[in-house]
């Protein structure tokens, strides 16, 4: 019992698996001398203890333990990799980077990571007079979940509770405001503003949030997921889905990432978390939520659009690709199995496969490391070139609505194209703000990218048909020039 003291609470595949033992009985057959045997049995026999153990209890965990410290007195293994998650390491199109920057009082954190108003300036016009035009950054690991809520400009509108669930361990905080009862916790939290909510959380996503602390099992602690996975299982056409009694556990792999990575939006008065997913799970299926609904998240400053915000719909997008049609979970990519001593654990530093190709991919994949990044990057490469062709479609229509407005167009002339840039936005937000780069489900995203550009060019259509006088959409060298 050298590498590892601490063994998983479920019988680890290894430890059952008939083809641990072939490889010393080879060494048997093979006539290896006694002492050398005598030694190997007695490793091999403790080994496979060590597999089957149930873990050393050093604590007694329930549904208050918050701090996965303390988790990590019982699971000292899963909880180093958890820590990891500080790391900030590039890919080529995903992973973060470390920017530094002077604290303030407003903002303590010594870096962050880059601006992707930088990286991609066609947002600014996009998002104008939203929040996300002051300050939206390249998602990063875990650890940060917390801090980067609490100090990202975005604040500065005034944020309400709801923002908290899927960036802190709120489990704790839902069951005490709940007085035991989660649900009803969930609804008093919603309702707070973001300042008052925040006293009700100590620590960034944690094990709690993703395991119940006396089976270790997964389980769903976010009533916004059970809710909208129940409404999107009722539009397949199963009624009364419970997930946390009717998911399998190869599901569970995904269902609890699923509780944060989806689209979601704020209803009603009472900002209540919400995912948008009675018709569906596809961008246009939430579309037609928020059309029915009459949802809007913010005007467009510069055309007086009825805008929608889509933000990173991982869970969705991944629905719709290839690995998911073949049963692979988030967790198979994001954690995948490691081997400490006997044991293999799941490895809960939760980042980018491509900086862990070796356990995340060739498992599967039989072929080289570099072919694999390679693949991957070339979907993505592609990807973000199609993304920058959909932005400057939609930059064009934003142009042309913001003349014919300026040329005196009534709001019901600009109705159409309006709408039209709505959805433009939309569909090409949806793709961008998941954070895959394409690579979850390249030929879906490809499809929502070219729905998005079909109607720019409609939008623009739309407008030449109210009868303004054509130099209106005449644009001058310069600002030609700025949109290119
Ligand atoms: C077949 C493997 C695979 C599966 C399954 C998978 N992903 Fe990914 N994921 C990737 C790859 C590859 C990337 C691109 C990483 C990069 O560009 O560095 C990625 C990127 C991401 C990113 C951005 C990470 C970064 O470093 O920029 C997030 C977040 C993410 N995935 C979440 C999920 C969620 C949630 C699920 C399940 C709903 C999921 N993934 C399923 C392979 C997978
Ligand atoms: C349903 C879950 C969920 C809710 C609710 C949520 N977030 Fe996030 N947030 C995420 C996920 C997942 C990421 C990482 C992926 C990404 O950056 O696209 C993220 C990333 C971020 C980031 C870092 C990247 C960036 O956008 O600059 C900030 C800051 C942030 N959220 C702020 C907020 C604020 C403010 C609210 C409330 C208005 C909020 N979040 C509500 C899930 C959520
Ligand atoms: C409680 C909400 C929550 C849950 C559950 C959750 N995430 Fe996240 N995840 C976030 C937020 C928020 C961020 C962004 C943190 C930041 O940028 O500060 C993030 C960041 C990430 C990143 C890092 C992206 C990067 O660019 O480095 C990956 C990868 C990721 N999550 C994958 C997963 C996977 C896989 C699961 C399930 C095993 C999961 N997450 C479960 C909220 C969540
Ligand atoms: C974002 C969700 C998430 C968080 C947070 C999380 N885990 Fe896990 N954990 C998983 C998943 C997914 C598995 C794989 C479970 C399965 O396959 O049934 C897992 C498995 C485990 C197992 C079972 C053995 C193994 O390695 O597969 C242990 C023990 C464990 N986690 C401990 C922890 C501890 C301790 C923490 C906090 C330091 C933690 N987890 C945080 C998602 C999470
Ligand atoms: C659990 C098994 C499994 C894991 C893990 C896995 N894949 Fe796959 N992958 C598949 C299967 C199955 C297919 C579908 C092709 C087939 O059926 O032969 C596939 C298809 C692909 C494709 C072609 C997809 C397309 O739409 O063109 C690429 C590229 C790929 N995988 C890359 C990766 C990368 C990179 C990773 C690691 C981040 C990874 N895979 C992890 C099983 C896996």
């Known amino acids: 019992m050298t590498e590892s003291e601490t063994p998983t609470p479920q019988p680890s595949p290894d430890a059952a698996a008939p083809s641990r033992g072939f490889p010393w009985i080879a060494v048997v057959v093979s006539g290896v001398a006694c002492f050398g045997l005598a030694a190997l049995l007695v490793n091999v026999f403790e080994r496979k203890q060590e597999g089957r153990n149930p873990f050393v209890q050093v604590v007694e965990l329930d549904v208050t333990t918050d701090d996965p410290a303390e988790w990590g007195k019982n699971f000292p293994d899963h909880f180093d990799d958890y820590r990891k998650s500080v790391d900030m390491t590039r890919t080529k199109w995903g992973g973060s980077e470390a920017v530094l920057r002077d604290p303030t009082e407003n903002d303590p954190r010594e870096f962050t990571s880059r601006s992707k108003l930088d990286s991609i300036p066609q947002l600014k016009r996009m998002w104008a007079g939203y929040a996300f035009a002051v300050d939206f950054r390249e998602a990063r690991g875990h650890a940060y979940a917390f801090e980067d809520q609490l100090f990202t400009k975005r604040q500065d509108v005034g944020q309400p509770g709801t923002c908290l669930h899927c960036h802190a361990s709120v489990y704790k905080g839902m069951y005490e405001l709940g007085d035991g009862d989660v649900h009803a916790g969930f609804e008093k939290l919603n309702e707070m503003t973001y300042d008052e909510a925040k006293l009700h959380a100590e620590h960034t996503i944690a094990c709690i949030d993703c395991h119940d602390p006396k089976s270790m099992a997964l389980r769903i602690t976010r009533p916004a997921f059970a809710e909208g996975i129940a409404a999107a299982k009722a539009a397949e056409g199963i009624p009364d889905y419970d997930v946390n009694t009717m998911a399998t556990r190869q599901e569970m792999r995904t269902y609890v990432c699923a509780q944060c990575h989806v689209e979601y939006y704020f209803k009603g008065d009472k900002k209540r978390l919400t995912f948008p997913w009675n018709n569906g799970l596809k961008a246009e299926d939430m579309l037609a939520y928020f059309d029915e609904a009459g949802f809007k998240d913010w005007t467009h400053a510069e055309t007086g659009a009825p805008m929608l915000k889509a933000q990173h ?172």
């Open 313 to 484: 719909p991982e869970y969705e997008m991944w629905t719709q690709g290839t690995h998911a049609r073949r049963g692979v979970s988030c967790a198979d990519c994001h954690m995948p199995y490691k081997r400490v001593g006997a044991t293999k654990i799941s490895d809960h530093h939760v980042r980018s496969p491509l900086l862990n190709v070796n356990n995340a991919c060739q498992t599967c994949h039989k072929v080289s490391e570099n072919e694999l990044v390679a693949h991957a990057e070339a979907i993505q490469g592609r990807h973000q070139k199609l993304v920058d062709e959909t932005l400057d479609a939609l930059v064009d229509l934003i142009d042309d609505l913001k003349a014919a407005k300026e040329a005196g167009a009534t709001d019901e002339q600009l109705e159409a194209a309006r709408y039209q840039q709505r959805k433009a936005s939309f569909f090409v937000d949806f793709v961008e703000a998941e954070n895959s780069s394409g690579f979850h489900a390249s030929q879906e995203a490809a499809r929502i990218l070219a729905e998005s550009i079909d109607a720019s060019r409609t939008g623009q259509l739309k407008l030449r048909e109210i009868g303004l006088p054509i130099e209106t959409f005449q644009r001058t060298d310069e600002a030609t020039a700025a949109t290119e």
